[in-house]
């Protein structure tokens, strides 16, 4: 399967505690997100990567939450002292370069539980 | 600033009726305009995308999707349900220079038999 892979697909957690998700994108793709997705709503920007550079982050995005993507390969995305507020579908998404509307194609997810 | 808005929460249909989907977006700029689907359990897949090409966009799985700039709409479009169209339907916008989609709320596509 040559498509983006998340892992792991679950993870529950006590709050409080830190978490880390990782994301491997397609090979070829050099820009990567990561959205987050609560229950009846839909995904809501994170952050972007172009290569190993985060050039863009949301609001949403605290001081508890950082991303990597230190070869411009796969990505993690790390929450430390976890709220339960924090409990969401957390998506990553990859596309190719261009100026174009290019397709971002999305992994599985990650569904994140902190009790 | 770009938004979606979409008109219904859920959508119930019977199979082999026709399918709408509504979606109204904001933009500041000219928009690309996308539907992605969602089915339990699987990824974000693209359905169809508009890129100011024409303004009838056929997509996967004989949906399609007119975009009129006069009304800012978007929706969404099949002429006959089938079981397995049942899943999350999200309008989706972006436009140059901001590498983010703006997704909505999406819509619960139910098919009855």
């Known amino acids: 399967d040559t498509g983006v ?30 959205y987050r997705q609560t229950l ?39 929450i430390q002292r976890t709220e339960q507020g924090d409990s969401a579908m957390y998506l990553c998404a990859s596309r190719s370069g261009g100026t174009g509307a290019n397709e971002q194609f999305f992994g599985p997810g990650t569904r994140l539980t902190v009790l | 600033a770009q938004s979606v808005t979409q008109l219904d929460s859920h959508v119930s249909v019977s ?3 026709p399918v709408l989907l ?11 305009l996308f539907w992605y689907v969602q089915h339990p359990n699987k990824g974000l897949q693209l359905l169809l995308k508009y890129t100011s090409a024409a303004t009838l966009v056929k997509g996967i799985n004989g949906f399609e999707a ?42 619960r596509l139910q098919v009855q038999p």
Not at chain 1, 5 to 34: A, M
Not at chain 2, 22 to 32: I, Q, T
Not at chain 2, 86 to 98: H, I
Request: aromatic share 12%.
């Open chain 2, 66 to 107: 007119e975009f009129k700039k006069s009304e800012t709409s978007f929706h969404l479009t099949k002429p006959s349900a089938h079981m397995s169209d049942a899943a999350e339907y999200f309008c989706v916008v972006s436009v140059a220079g901001r590498r983010a989609l703006t997704f909505g709320s999406g819509t």
């Open chain 1, 5 to 34: 892979s998340q892992n792991p697909r679950h993870k529950i957690t006590k709050r409080g505690q830190n978490v880390t998700f990782r994301c491997d994108p397609i090979s070829e793709h050099n820009r990567l997100y990561w």
């Open chain 2, 15 to 17: 199979e082999g009726t």
């Open chain 2, 22 to 32: 509504r979606c109204n977006y904001s933009s500041s700029y000219s928009p690309s």
């Open chain 1, 40 to 78: 009846g709503q839909g995904p809501e920007f994170l952050t972007y990567f172009q290569n190993e550079a985060q050039l863009e982050k949301s609001r949403l995005l605290s001081d508890r939450f950082s991303a990597e993507r230190p070869k411009g390969s796969f990505s993690t995305l790390e």
